[in-house]
Every structure is written in structure tokens, then in C-alpha cells.
């Protein structure tokens, strides 16, 4: 199992992952253990629907894309908190791997269906709040946030 | 409409014979070989239909809430997405049509048009 360490208080817990570079048998791996986690935390389903994607999309782009990474899924009563951090290359132009359609896939990673340049594009649509941060060489920080209670957080009137 | 029903009638292989489908309910159903496409648009309780057949597709089916895969073409799955697809209760399911024939096929059954 993935889980580096679970911290768990009143109303709130934590689940890290690690992430390894081209570790195509245990991909997806994380994100399916997020959805069992909130499910079992009864976390609403919508919010775990939008919380799949987003897991599933930032573990893709760290397996396919970096020198590996780490998967921190943190969940209290307003919100679910998704950070995606990655040990480089980094990206240079932000603007542009954000442009649906575009992609720095290699042949085979097309072959297996990835690269459709719709990853950072998919987690964008299905978080409330969305920040990506890269610094080449270094790293890349993917953070996104998705409110359990919609119309209290953001005003209902 | 029964996921068995859309077997027999399309005459579907089943590569994963120890997941139980006599009870799986298909409400729709979804058409592409790119994973984040499919992240994004299918909705859950769909036959989805693909070319793809390495492990990780197993892994979106099971996010997405997707019962059944349909590998066309006559392609036939990756030892390891079989075992994985077993292990995770997501059906396996193979045709000699292609990706178009195999749509039209399951839309006509599900949209209940004759002469599919």
C-alpha cells in the first residue's frame, strides 16, 4: 500500500502517497484508495466524483511525467484539499500546459491512451480552487480544492 | 437495460468470468481510447468502448464508476488488466467489430431501435 502516513484528528484526516516515475502497475492505485477512503468517510459523492478525476489526473501526470512525487489528500468538514507535488523536471511555460489539446506525451504514452492534453485541463474544471506552481529543476506544486458545502462556504444569496 | 442482455445479443467475449454481471444494470454508454477523455465525459454505469487494453484502464473503470469495458477489434486484453479487472469487479469484454460497429450496435439495444 501507498499510504506513507494517515493522520487522523476530530473531523479531519490525511492520507499521503508516494508516487513512483513509470510505476504503470500501481497507477491509479492512489487515487483509487482516496475514492474508498471518502467513501467509507461518507464524503458526499459528487464531491468524490470531482475529487476521482482530479487524483487520478495529478498521479497520471507524476508517473508519466516527473522524476516522482507525492499525492496529500487532506479532508475536513468544508472541503477536500488535493496537493500534487513533484520532484522535476518542472515546467517551463505554464500558460501553455494548460492549453487544452496540448501535450508533451512521448509516442508511447500516446499509445496507451495518455496525452491527450486534457490532465491539468480536467483538474482545473473540476476544482473550486486551482493553483499550479513550477519551478524547472525543481518541481512542480498542483494544489486544488474542492468545497463540500458549496452554497454555505461560498454564500447562497 | 441487463449488461447480459447486451452480451448475448452482441455476442461479447468475456475475458473475466469470475465477476458476477447477472445484475449489472448499463445505462449508457461512452466511445474513446484517450484516458482523460474518458475521466472527464463518461458517466458512471456506462459500457465503455475502447481499443485500449493495458492495466490502467481498469483503474479509470473503476473511478468512474464504469461496469464494462468493451475491447474492439478483436483485441484481446493484457494478462495483467485481466487479473486486475478480476480482482476489482470491473467486466472485461471483447468483440471482432470495431469501435463504430460496436456503438451503433449497444446504442440501438439501449435506444431500443431495431434492425441493430
Known amino acids: 500500500m501507498m499510504i506513507q502516513d494517515t493522520v487522523s484528528e476530530t473531523n479531519k484526516f490525511r492520507f499521503v502517497y508516494l508516487i513512483k516515475p513509470r510505476d504503470f502497475s500501481n497507477a491509479g492505485d492512489a487515487s483509487a484508495n482516496v475514492k474508498a477512503e471518502l467513501q467509507k468517510h461518507g464524503i458526499e459523492p459528487d464531491v468524490i466524483r470531482r475529487v476521482s478525476i482530479i487524483c487520478f489526473e495529478a498521479e497520471m501526470n507524476i508517473v508519466l511525467y516527473t522524476k516522482g512525487g507525492k499525492l496529500i489528500v487532506e479532508v475536513d ?37 495518455f496525452g491527450a492534453g486534457m490532465g491539468l485541463p480536467n483538474i482545473k474544471n473540476n476544482s473550486d480552487v486551482f493553483e499550479i506552481e513550477s519551478e524547472v529543476g525543481k518541481g512542480t506544486i498542483v494544489h486544488s480544492i474542492v468545497y463540500r458545502r458549496k452554497n454555505e462556504i461560498k454564500g447562497n444569496n | ?64 464508476e464504469i461496469p464494462a469495458i468493451l475491447i474492439t477489434r478483436g483485441l484481446v486484453p493484457e494478462k495483467s488488466t485481466i487479473e486486475k479487472a478480476q480482482a476489482e469487479g470491473v467486466v472485461l469484454l471483447g468483440t471482432e467489430l470495431n469501435s463504430f460497429e460496436a456503438t451503433g450496435k449497444i446504442y440501438c439495444l439501449l435506444k431500443g431501435i431495431k434492425g441493430a
Open chain 1, 77 to 113: 468538514d468544508q472541503k477536500v484539499d488535493i496537493l500534487a507535488l513533484d520532484k522535476g523536471p518542472g515546467i517551463e511555460d505554464i500558460e501553455l500546459v494548460m492549453t487544452p489539446g496540448y501535450s508533451t506525451a512521448p509516442e508511447w504514452a500516446l499509445e496507451y491512451g
Open chain 2, 1 to 64: 437495460m441487463k449488461l447480459k442482455e447486451i452480451i448475448e445479443r452482441c455476442n461479447l467475449r468475456v475475458f473475466t468470468p469470475e465477476v458476477n454481471f447477472e445484475d449489472i444494470d448499463i445505462t449508457g454508454g461512452y466511445t474513446s481510447d484517450l484516458l482523460s477523455d474518458v475521466m472527464a465525459a463518461c458517466e458512471a454505469g456506462s459500457i465503455w468502448v475502447t481499443i485500449q487494453r493495458h492495466l490502467n484502464i481498469v483503474a479509470v473503470a473503476k473511478l468512474k
